[in-house]
Every structure is written in structure tokens, then in C-alpha cells.
């Protein structure tokens, strides 16, 4: 075999071998390269073009991608004593001695305070002698009608007067259960705070009770 018939072949064998990687290098270029996205369709693909510059990351995110929603705790402030004497109102008294009482600081809670204190003080001057519920628990007066020095002292006093008096457990019980008015404001006219026990409700108002701030000082 003559030199240039071994030459011939050497080139036919490196033409064959070139033109084989050349097609597994097609094959590796297609597999790797993002599938055809159909007319219309709305997927979205991520893939990595190389470069001589480096490497691109490309991303398409779809127009009609749904977003994500995040739902987070809610977040309140806790009435305090602070909080309430800043108010001055009726409304913040009232809710004051549930507060310091542990009772629910409920709506419900909250108009039949405000109901029962406009029966003792009307709510004109609901800070009468600081003593809106004519207490007479440590008030130093007889009958309800003694005084403190701050409606906080007050507060603190019917509170405490609520949960020491066993005559006030059927109040505390439906004002711990934040049990409708009808229910609490009986168990007030059976109790023994009022002689008169307001005549057994044919004297209790139930119209809304309006929201009046105390002269400063009173707090």
C-alpha cells in the first residue's frame, strides 16, 4: 500500500471521527437548549446562556403569574391604666374597672358599666365625689356616698369591692362570662349595692349613654 493511499485513508478515518463529534455536539446543544414555547402558551422558563463573557441567567415569568399572599398576625394595643385616665370619659372609667377587675373589656361589658354607673351619677357629672358608683368600699362614707381622691382610687376600690362582697358574685360571673346585659343587669338589681334595687329594672334606662369627658384633676 502506497504512502499516499495510507495518507487517504488516515484523512477519511479523522473526517468520519470529526464529523461524529460534530453530531454528538449537535445532539448536547439541542438537549440543552429551553423547549419551543407553544403560540400562546403562558409557562415560563429559567435557563443559563454561556457565554465568552461569562454566564446570563435568564428568567420569564408569565404575565398572568398569581402573586403570593402573605397573612401576618394581627397586632392591638392592651388597655391600660394609663391608657384609660388619658381618655377621662365615662366610657374609659367603665372600662377601667373591668380592666382592673379581669373581666372581659367587651362591648357588652362596657354598656352595662356605663348603664349602671348613669343610675347612681347621671352622666352630667358621672365623677360625683370621684365615687361614680356610689361605692362604699373603702370610700370612707356611709351608704355609698363617701369619696376617694382620684377616679383611679375609684375604680381600683368597685373592683376589689366586686370580687370581695359575696352579695356581687352573680354580677362578677356574668360580667367574667361577658353574658348578654339582660343577664348581668338583673343579677345588679337582686344585689345588695342599692336598697332600692332599682326597682327591680322598672327605673333602668336602656337609651345610649353619652360619652362625657371629667374636669381635669379628677384622674
Known amino acids: 500500500m502506497t504512502a499516499a493511499h495510507l495518507h487517504g485513508r488516515r484523512v477519511t478515518r479523522l473526517l468520519a471521527v470529526a464529523a461524529g463529534v460534530s453530531a454528538f455536539a449537535l445532539v448536547a446543544l ?8 407553544a403560540p400562546g402558551s403562558s409557562d415560563a422558563y429559567g ?7 461569562g454566564s446570563l441567567q435568564i428568567v420569564t415569568v408569565p404575565g398572568d403569574a398569581a402573586g403570593v399572599t402573605v397573612t401576618r ?9 394609663k391608657t384609660l385616665s388619658a381618655g377621662s370619659t365615662n366610657k374609659d372609667w367603665a372600662t377601667l374597672v373591668l380592666f382592673l377587675a379581669g373581666f372581659p373589656m ?23 365625689r370621684n365615687n361614680p358608683l356610689n361605692n362604699g368600699w373603702g370610700s370612707g362614707g ?3 356616698f363617701g369619696s376617694y381622691d382620684t377616679l383611679v382610687t375609684a375604680a381600683a376600690n368597685c373592683a376589689e369591692a366586686l370580687h370581695s362582697v359575696g352579695g356581687y358574685s352573680a354580677i362578677v360571673a356574668g360580667f367574667a362570662a361577658s353574658a348578654p346585659t339582660a ?20 327605673h333602668w334606662s336602656y337609651t ?12
Open 30 to 37: 439541542v438537549s440543552l437548549a429551553p423547549p419551543p414555547q
Open 183 to 202: 343577664q348581668i343587669e338583673s343579677a345588679i338589681w337582686a344585689s345588695p349595692w342599692a336598697s332600692s334595687h332599682y326597682a327591680n329594672g322598672a
Open 106 to 128: 367587651t362591648e357588652s361589658n362596657v354598656t352595662v358599666m356605663m348603664r349602671w354607673m348613669r343610675q347612681e351619677n347621671g352622666p352630667p357629672d358621672w365623677w360625683n
Open 142 to 144: 356611709g351608704s355609698g
Open 208 to 219: 345610649p349613654v353619652p360619652v362625657i369627658a371629667s374636669p381635669p384633676g379628677t384622674w
Open 73 to 81: 398576625d394581627d397586632y392591638s394595643a392592651t388597655a391600660g391604666v
Open 47 to 53: 435557563y443559563v446562556q454561556t457565554s465568552a463573557q
